[in-house]
């Protein structure tokens, strides 16, 4: 190609409207929803970023697809279909749709999990984590030091620390951890990358120990693509075939459709282990449905098999990768302080740098986060201590490593002069930092606190 421009490999079918709300309606529902952007409705937001998370736009392909779905409760044709796409691609012998991600995670850790046990992860996301301590279990977070350094500019800042691997097994003992997960790409660590040398060193921890190893796999195609870029060896790899050989490092694996699966709704937990499959099987029974739909209807098995072999194409995942690096990079240049490099999915604004008048126990993040919604009607979400710090009786709330605010995009969504708006939003926000105050929280939930809470502003400080 003589031309650099990397262009939207699709042209736009379909249209749905976006407005932006006068500045009095965003304000009030603000106020409505107690400063938590999970409360405003979605037509109130301009630009939707909350999260790449069944919020992409389907393909012709992908809606002619459902009009095949074969609704039968047992034995349906696209589940045959479905289970072949998604064995194709991890090489699993036992497939388990199930209606998301999470789902996935409660019938894997009700099985595998128990009291007392211990997960080690790079970086649990909220739901992993939330599903680990429902079982009564701990929920490690093992990443690398240079993946929490959002500054650092290395590679694979989502690989997991070997070293801190076994001193966990050695301090908890091996009886007591059930698996090994690795989230690809660590969204809660900036949705950085794991490479393959590190997930085959997670492995080698896995097999001495005979501890079974899954991956979190929600965005496995943007994290092959990023093995193709980055790891020697991989450049004349087709994605298809880097995604394969992750999988088949691991014995199994949680996958949210809503994200690499380009569905709207769905996921699927697939292992080779078949005790184990059995028991999730009727488990399945009891919450998700019969084992040929799992909690989706026909029509979504079908859109999910047909988005798993699209998104595995190299034309897709090169416009992906570089819309996500396009506005990390236009921020970065206006002196935004980022998690560098851009991860695949998101572009993290570290508000603890940003913000450094504001305490993690004010909620540095989520202050940015509101303002950003209400200078422009754009919706990011808060990674910090309102989403992963712990509230303790009394006393101010544990921090969380970072203060991040994730902008996440929606995958074949949005448009270039969408996404020039965004960073023009928030490089004027970022110039006026000094003016933002913290929060405080006066309404949570005992778990996931971040989706309900309610909050309200603390006094601003006064102007620099
Ligand atoms: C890394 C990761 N794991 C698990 C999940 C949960 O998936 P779901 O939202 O489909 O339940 C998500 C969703 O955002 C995720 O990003």
Redesign the pocket.
């Known amino acids: 190609m003589p031309y650099k421009t990397i262009i939207e490999p699709f042209r736009v079918h379909t249209v749905e409207a976006i407005d932006l709300p006068e500045q009095d309606a965003r304000e009030a529902a603000l106020v409505r929803s107690g400063y938590n952007l999970f409360g405003l409705h979605a037509d109130e937001v301009i630009i939707d970023l909350l999260?790449d998370?069944?919020t992409g736009a389907m393909s012709s392909r992908q809606w002619a697809g459902m009009m095949l779905g074969d609704e039968s409760y047992a034995g349906s044709r696209s589940f045959y279909r479905f289970e072949k796409v998604v064995r194709d691609l991890t090489g699993y012998a036992e497939i388990i749709p199930t209606h998301?991600?999470?789902?996935a995670?409660k019938i894997l850790f009700t099985v595998a999990v128990g009291d007392g046990d211990v997960v080690p992860n790079n970086t649990h996301?909220d739901?992993?984590r939330a599903n680990v301590e429902y079982r009564g279990a701990t929920a490690l977070d093992l990443v690398k030091a240079e993946g929490r350094d959002p500054a650092a500019e290395l590679p694979f800042k989502g690989d997991m620390d070997i070293e801190a691997l076994r001193a966990a097994i050695a301090e908890h003992g091996v009886e007591r951890i059930p698996l090994v997960m690795v989230?690809v790409t660590n969204?809660?660590g900036g949705g950085q990358p794991v490479s393959m040398a590190n997930l085959r060193a997670v492995r080698e921890v896995c097999d001495e120990f005979g501890i079974p190893m899954f991956l979190?796999a929600?965005?496995f195609a943007e994290n092959a693509w990023f093995i193709k870029l980055r790891e020697p060896g991989y450049a004349d790899w087709t994605p298809k075939a880097i995604a394969c050989e992750m999988f088949s490092i691991a014995d199994g694996c949680?996958m949210?459709?809503?994200?690499d699966g380009l569905a709207n709704i769905g996921?699927f937990l697939a292992l080779n282990d078949r005790d184990w499959a059995l028991q999730a099987r009727n488990l399945l029974i009891l919450t998700e449905g019969f084992p040929t739909y799992g909690g989706l209807a026909g029509y979504d098995l079908e859109a999910i098999a047909q988005g798993l072999e699209e998104v595995v194409d190299e034309k897709y995942l090169r416009y992906r990768i570089r819309s996500t690096e396009y506005l990390a990079e236009k921020i970065h240049a206006a002196g935004v302080p980022t998690v560098r490099p851009p991860g695949g999915h998101a572009v993290y604004i570290d508000a603890k740098a940003l913000l450094p008048h504001i305490p993690p126990q004010q909620f540095p993040a989520h202050s940015l986060a509101v303002e950003l919604y209400r200078a422009g009607g754009v919706r990011g979400v808060e990674i910090g201590t309102v989403m992963f710090g712990r509230a303790r009786d009394g006393q101010p709330d544990e921090a969380a490593p970072m203060e991040l605010v994730r902008l996440a995009i929606p995958r074949r969504m949005y448009t270039q002069s969408h996404i020039d708006y965004v960073g023009e939003v928030i490089i004027d926000v970022a110039s006026r930092a000094d003016e933002m105050g913290g929060y405080r929280i006066v309404e949570q939930a005992p778990w996931l606190r971040h989706f309900t809470a309610r909050l309200e502003p603390l006094a601003k400080p006064a102007r620099a």
């Open positions: 999260t998370s069944g998301q991600g999470r789902a995670e996301f739901t992993t989230t969204n809660s979190d929600c965005r949680t949210s459709a809503k994200k996921g």
